[in-house]
């Protein structure tokens, strides 16, 4: 048996998995497209200015482009108020979708109106009012409810927890009966990648900021879901021996000996946690890239309710 400092975990590759599941997203889209003459297409919504929202989306509409699924753009002013931005969401909910491109109709399968939106604007109002059935970030309340109740199927799963369920499927994980420990009870992560695992049979805990004794909690994990947005938290001393991680965290920490003058790490400690766990996803290059396949995926799905029938 290798001792302890030799033992090496598995590095999921996150980039490699979603680089497969959009190869398999674009065959998919070519063959809706050869049988039925249709595509999916993905609204996607930004209001200001924000660099960052600017990059995540330019980053979603290449991806869009690169499997074939038609990405239409909607740049509104910070400005906006909340009453205009509901009625543009209202437009695309309504949209009949008869867009024709490449001699195929454009079904406009799903909406995503980029967070966070400026201050002025309630999030929770807008997203609620995305139609149930092109919501493929999955953050409806009615999705997330759906989520949360047995015998009950959302029309959407959100897309970095699917991406996490996906990931420890890919790599061979089985999480039925296993202990499940997520640490964060955001709406976005934390909670619904809770719902996820129970749906999956796993015996799930969920470990957040007000919780007592976490490291002795995270110890008894044979899967743990880290998105706490807490650099480097969790110590391999923490983890149980040959436990499978997922790291959702990004944060940027100071590094001046890059040109940027930061660097990602995840809220586990990578090198700590090699040493010990079974499996684990790097920071960056592991969650982060499954997130926008997940996107794809859902708006590939949403698009085959309407085309397939
Ligand atoms: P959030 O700030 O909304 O929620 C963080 C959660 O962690 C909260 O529920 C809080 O209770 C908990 N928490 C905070 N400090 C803690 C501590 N010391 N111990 C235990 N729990 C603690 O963040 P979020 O939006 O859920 O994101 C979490 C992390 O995941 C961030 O680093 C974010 O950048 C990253 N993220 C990555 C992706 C991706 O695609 N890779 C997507 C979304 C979020």
Known sequence: MASQSEH???????KLIAQTIRSEIAEEVRQLSEKYGKVPGLAVVIVGNRKDSQSYVGMKRKACAEV???SFDMDLPEQISEAELVSKVHELNANPDVHVFEQSI??????????????????????SEISLAKDVDGFHPLNIGKLAMK??????????????LELLHRSGV???????????????VGLPVSLLLLKADATVTVVH?????QESIIREADIIIAAAGQPMMIKGSWIKPGAAVIDV????VDDPSRKTGYRLVGDVDFNEACKIAGCITP????VGPMTVAMLLKNTLEGAKRVIVQ
């Open 8 to 14: 090496k975990a598995t590095v999921i590759d996150g």
């Open 68 to 70: 074939g699924i038609q």
């Open 106 to 127: 454009v079904i406009l399968a799903g909406i995503l109106v980029q967070l966070p939106l400026p201050k002025h604007i309630n999030e929770e109002k807008v997203l």
């Open 151 to 164: 015998d009950r199927e959302p029309l959407f799963q959100p897309c970095t927890p699917k991406g996490c």
């Open 174 to 188: 089985s999480i039925k009966g296993k202990r499940a420990v997520v640490v964060g009870r955001s709406n976005i």
């Open 209 to 213: 900021s007000r919780s007592n004794d």
């Open 249 to 252: 965290g990004t944060n940027a």
């Open 283 to 286: 920071v960056p290059g592991g």
